[in-house]
């Protein structure tokens, strides 16, 4: 599962993401929606329903809302363990391959999910992931920029707090008389 595929699942079926956004009344989307967007995904689903995604995402979030690296090796620990994955070999005709086994196909996508994670944090800085800071966003990202300084989920939330923090200045100075 790519990373970007776990970002959507966590953004459009989290329960904090759309509470936070005022979309929890809204309907769930479809597991056909984000298989659609990454297709390598339609064999993990099974038939998944909004609900189950809805659980997943949930148990992910906090990943990214972590403010530890520790906290964040924890959690993608614990999400492993409940998915039941395990390291595994897989003879190919050269040789062997090494992947990830999960007995139980009912938890395919939280394992696809964790094991995203666990790659995400051992080949990057555990501080690339996040939660938008943006005023009712509470979206995850990855933050992929040079600086790693990323604080929110897309332009459209940093430029909404460029232009709330340029009003309040503008509104302060208007009222001082500067």
Do not use: K
């Amino acid at each position: 599962m790519p990373i970007a595929a776990v970002v959507d699942l966590v953004n459009g079926w989290g329960t904090v993401p759309r509470l936070e956004a005022g979309e929890q009344d809204q309907e769930l989307p479809s597991f056909a929606e984000l298989a659609g967007r990454f297709g390598v995904l339609a064999a993990l689903a099974g038939g998944a329903t909004a609900a189950e995604l809805q659980r997943v995402a949930d148990l992910v979030y906090p990943v990214f809302a972590a403010s530890t690296a520790a906290q964040r090796a924890s959690l993608v620990d614990s999400l492993l363990t409940e998915a039941g994955v395990r390291p595994g070999l897989r003879a190919t005709g050269d040789g062997l391959e090494a992947g990830w086994v999960v007995d139980d196909s009912a938890q395919s996508i939280l394992a696809a999910a964790a094991s995203t994670l666990y790659a995400q944090l051992t080949e990057h800085a555990p501080e690339r992931l996040g939660t938008c800071t943006g005023r009712r966003c509470a979206d995850a990202y990855v933050d992929a920029s040079p600086g790693g300084h990323r604080r929110y989920c897309s332009v459209t939330c940093q430029n909404r707090a460029r232009v709330a923090t340029f009003r309040r200045r503008h509104s302060t100075s208007t009222r001082t008389g500067s």
